[in-house]
């Protein structure tokens, strides 16, 4: 397994990137940063996304990887707690804030696709475990 830190600070200041780990070049974990990667080749391998929680730091980069990759017509597919699908549907990805991107390009070949994981189950994202668990109280710090 190869990790890549893109960042793991809650700010983006000099020196400092928000959290993102990239795994194996296709399975993001947390999408507060892309920009350490070396460009548009490889955003284009990440497949897969799974958000621990709903902060910006966290979310901020979503729209612009699912958006380039709706361009090379896969898209990203985005793991989460219902909550925090549901927040993603409701504050983001609203039509507001930013585009429907579940709906977008087309409803058949959408550049966001949600699956929800189970609080305390486990998923198989590419070829690895994930395992949501709950360590904080929900809605705040």
Known sequence: ?????LGCYGAELLGYKSTAFLINDHL???????NSLG???????IRHLVLSHIHLDHIKALPFIAELLAEGG??????????TIGFLKQHIFNG???????RLPTSDNPAVRYSTMREGGTVVVGGLSVKA?????????
């Open 96 to 102: 507001s804030v930013w585009p429907d991107l579940s």
């Open 74 to 83: 896969r898209g990203i597919e985005v793991f989460g707690t219902e909550e």
């Open 133 to 141: 668990t709950i360590r904080y109280p929900r809605r705040g710090f």
């Open 39 to 45: 460009g548009v080749d490889e955003i284009s391998k």
């Open 28 to 34: 993001l974990i947390d999408a507060g940063n892309v």
């Open 1 to 5: 397994m190869r990790l890549r830190v």
